[in-house]
C-alpha cells in the first residue's frame, strides 16, 4: 500500500515537531525515517498509525484520505521500541491479540499464531509470561502480533534500541528477509545509520522535525544534499573540517590550516566558493592508511602524514584516531588493526571523494 | 559491639513502638469478650463470653430492657459503603482512564480538583449539603448518605486510578489502539487486568473511608439510616450515666472487621499502592 504524507505539521503546545512533511512512499517499499532523538521520527510513524493527529497536512494510503480514520480501521501495525507487550497475557494471547479483537474464528487464530511463531523461531516461548523474556524474545513477540494482524503498513519505532548488540545484528537481516516475503510497506525509524544502510530502500534524513533529504539511501550516502545529512548517515561519522579555498600559484587550494588539499582536479566546480568559509568532509572508510610514505601524490591522490593518536576495535573492524597536525580523523580500516599510538603513519584519499559544505547553510556543494 | 548495642537499641524502640500502637487494640478485643464485673478486676484471668456482642447486636425484649439493637446500623453502614464504593468504582474507573490517556485539556488540574475536596475540613462542605440535602428531602435516606459518601470515595478513586494509568507505558494502550480496541476494551482487559492487585486495594481503601466515616452520617442522618460509627458515639453515654465498656469495645471489634479483613489479606500490596502513584511525572 502506498502511502502519501502531505505538508504534515504537529506542534506540541509551542514547540513544533514536525514542520511540513511531505513525502510519497511506495508500496512494498522500505522506508526508513532517520534522525537523532527528537527529529519527530515516532511523531510521524504514530499520525500513520492514527494514535495522533495531524495539525495540519493529510495522510492518504493509496489516495485515500484517512488522515481522520481511527487506528482499528487503518490495517496497520506497529512495532515499539519498548516491546509494548500485554504483560497479563502469555506470549499466545499477545500475538492471537489483534485477532481475537477482530473476532477470528479460533481455528484461524491458532494457525496464524503458530505460523508466525515458527518464522519468528519464537513456537518455544508461546505458553510463557512476556515479563520473563530477554529484550530479544521480547522483540520478535511484537514483531509477530505485528505480523499476526497481517496489516498493509508495518510502522517500526526503533525496534532494535533496546536489543541487545549481538541480537540487533541478526535481527536486521532477519527483517530485510522478512520484508521481501511480506511484499509490503513498511516504515522504519531509528537513529541509526548502520541499520539505515543495511535495511532501507529509501530513507527520509530529519532532524527538529523537518526532512532535510529523502532519497534512495545509496543517493543519501553518496550525495548527501547538506551538511547533517553527510555527518549522520555513515558510519564511523564523516571527518569534517573547516577550511576555506585560497588560490596559490594559480591552484585552488583547500586550506584547512594544519593542512591542504589541492584542488585543481575540482577546479570548474569550486571556483565559485572562493574565500567562503567551507567544510571538508572525509568519510573514515575513504582513507588509506599505510606505515610507509606512498610512492604517488598528485592531483588525484593527496597524502598527510599524521601520528597515531588512538584506535578502537569495533566487532571485526578497527577506527584508528590520527592527528594531523592539529586536526583529528577517524580512519576505518575493515580488519582487526593494532598500531601503536603516536606512530607516525600516512592517509592518502582520492581528492574526488571529498565533500565541501557551506558553513553557513549546510548545503553540499560538492 | 558498638553495632551490637545499636541493634538492641532498635529492637526496644522497636518493641516500645508496636506495644503502645498494639495495646489500645488487643485491650478492646480482650474487653469485648469480659463480663461487666471483670472488666474493672484486676486480676487478668477471665471467663470469655459473648454477653456484650449479644446485647449490642440484638433488640431490647421485656427481660432484656438494655440491648442496643446495633444490627440494622451495622447493615446500614454495610449498605451505604458498598454501594457508593461500586458506584464509585464504576464511575471512576473510566474517569481516570480518560484523564490518565485521552489528553483530556486541563487533566492534571481536573484530578487535582477532584481530590481538594478532601483537603477541607469536613463540616465546611457539610454545611452546605446538609442546606441543599435538606431542600432536596434527601436527609436521612439511603440515597442522601451514598451520594455524600461518593464525595469520598469517587475523587479518591479517580486521583489513585489516574495515578496508577499513568504509570503504564503509553505504548501498552497505543499498541491495544492498533490492534483494534475500543477505549473501553483497553480499559477493561488491558489495563484493569495489567493493575488488577492495585485496583483492588484501591477499591477497598474507598470502602474503608466510606465505613470508618463520622462526620458526614452524623450531620445527614436521624433514625432511619443511622450508620454504625455514629450509632456508636452513643455508647458513651450521657454525662453521668456510666460507660458501658463491654458494648462499646464489642461495636469497636465488630466495626474493625473490615480494616482487619484487609490489612490481612492485602498487606504486601497495601504499601505499594499507598505510595504508588504519589510519584508523578
Keep these: 500500500m502506498g502511502i502519501t504524507i502531505s505538508h504534515v505539521g504537529k506542534k506540541y503546545g509551542a514547540r513544533k515537531v514536525l514542520d511540513d512533511i511531505t513525502l510519497d512512499i511506495g508500496s512494498e517499499s522500505f522506508t526508513c525515517l532517520f534522525g537523532p532523538p527528537g527529529a519527530g521520527k515516532s511523531t510521524l510513524l504514530r499520525i500513520l498509525a492514527g494514535i495522533e493527529r495531524p495539525d495540519e497536512g493529510k495522510i492518504y494510503f493509496d489516495g485515500e484520505d484517512v488522515t481522520d480514520l481511527a487506528p482499528r480501521k487503518r490495517n496497520v501495525a506497529m512495532v515499539f521500541q519498548n516491546f509494548a507487550l500485554y504483560p497479563h497475557l502469555k506470549v499466545y494471547d499477545n500475538i492471537a491479540s489483534p485477532l481475537k479483537v477482530a473476532k477470528k474464528p479460533k481455528e484461524e487464530i491458532d494457525k496464524k499464531v503458530r505460523e508466525v511463531a515458527g518464522f519468528l523461531r519464537i513456537a518455544h516461548l508461546l505458553d510463557r509470561s512476556p515479563v520473563y523474556l530477554s529484550g530479544g524474545e521480547k522483540q520478535r513477540v511484537a514483531i509477530a502480533r505485528a505480523l499476526a494482524k497481517s496489516p498493509k503498513i508495518y510502522l517500526f519505532d526503533e525496534p532494535l534500541t533496546n536489543v541487545d548488540a549481538k541480537i540487533r545484528l541478526t535481527m536486521r537481516t532477519e527483517l530485510k528477509i522478512m520484508q521481501r516475503k511480506l511484499k509490503q510497506t513498511i516504515i522504519y525509524a531509528t537513529p541509526d545509520p548502520v541499520e539505515v544502510l543495511t535495511v532501507g530502500d529509501r530513507v527520509a534524513v530529519m532532524d527538529q522535525g523537518v526532512v532535510h533529504q529523502y532519497s534512495p539511501v545509496k543517493e543519501a550516502y553518496e550525495h548527501p544534499v547538506d551538511l547533517l545529512t553527510g555527518s549522520y548517515l555513515g558510519y564511523p561519522a564523516m571527518n569534517l573540517v573547516d577550511c576555506s579555498l585560497v588560490e596559490k600559484d594559480d591552484k585552488p587550494i583547500l586550506d584547512a590550516g594544519t593542512f591542504t588539499v589541492d584542488m585543481t582536479l575540482m577546479k570548474e566546480q569550486v571556483k565559485q566558493f572562493s574565500h567562503e568559509e567551507l567544510i571538508m568532509g572525509l568519510r573514515p572508510e575513504h582513507i588509506e592508511i599505510s606505515l610507509r610514505p606512498p610512492k604517488e601524490e598528485g592531483v588525484t591522490t593527496r597524502v598527510l602524514k599524521g601520528k597515531v593518536f588512538t ?56 | 559491639m558498638e553495632i551490637k548495642l545499636g541493634k538492641i537499641l532498635r529492637y526496644i524502640l522497636m518493641i516500645i513502638f508496636v506495644g503502645a500502637m498494639a495495646f489500645p487494640v488487643i485491650w478492646v478485643v480482650i474487653t469485648s469478650f469480659k463480663m461487666p464485673e471483670d472488666i474493672y478486676a484486676n ?42 464504593t461500586s458506584i464509585a468504582a464504576l464511575i471512576g474507573t473510566p474517569t481516570a482512564y480518560s484523564l490518565s490517556r485521552l489528553g483530556v485539556r486541563g487533566a492534571k488540574n481536573v484530578g487535582l480538583l477532584f481530590l481538594s475536596f478532601r483537603f477541607l475540613p469536613a463540616i465546611i462542605v457539610m454545611v452546605p449539603l446538609f442546606l441543599l440535602f435538606q431542600a432536596l428531602r434527601l436527609l436521612d435516606t439511603y440515597l442522601g448518605v451514598i451520594i455524600a459518601y461518593l464525595l469520598i470515595a469517587l475523587p479518591y478513586i479517580v486521583w489513585m486510578l489516574e495515578g496508577f494509568f499513568d504509570e503504564i507505558p503509553r505504548e501498552l494502550t497505543d499498541a491495544a489502539l492498533i490492534d483494534g480496541y475500543s477505549h473501553m476494551q483497553i480499559l477493561f482487559r488491558i489495563l484493569l487486568p495489567a493493575a488488577k492487585t492495585a485496583f483492588a486495594v484501591t477499591i477497598l481503601i474507598a470502602f474503608l473511608f466510606c465505613w470508618n466515616d463520622l462526620v458526614i452520617a452524623l450531620t445527614l442522618t436521624r433514625k432511619f439510616v443511622v450508620t454504625a460509627p455514629v450509632r456508636a458515639t452513643e455508647f458513651f453515654g450521657a454525662w453521668g450515666v456510666p460507660i458501658e465498656w463491654g458494648t462499646v469495645t464489642a461495636a469497636a471489634f465488630i466495626l474493625s472487621f473490615p480494616l482487619f479483613f484487609v490489612v490481612i489479606f492485602l498487606q504486601k500490596y497495601l504499601v505499594r499502592a499507598l505510595t504508588f502513584g504519589v510519584v508523578r511525572r
Aim: positive net charge; glycine residues 2%; without cysteine.
Design chain 1, 311 to 366: 584506535s578502537e576495535v569495533v566487532g571485526s573492524d578497527t577506527i584508528v584516531y590520527v592527528k594531523v597536525n592539529d586536526t583529528m580523523l577517524r580512519v576505518f580500516v575493515p580488519s582487526v588493526y593494532r598500531v601503536e599510538e603516536n606512530k607516525s603513519i600516512w592517509l592518502s584519499f582520492h581528492v574526488n571523494k571529498l565533500y565541501l559544505f557551506e558553513k553557513k547553510t549546510g548545503r553540499n556543494i560538492m
Design chain 2, 43 to 84: 486480676s487478668v484471668i477471665f471467663q470469655p463470653t459473648l454477653r456484650n456482642f449479644i446485647e449490642l447486636l440484638f433488640p431490647a425484649t421485656p427481660e432484656n430492657p438494655w440491648r442496643k439493637n446495633f444490627a440494622p446500623n451495622y447493615l446500614n453502614s454495610l449498605i451505604v459503603s458498598v454501594v457508593s
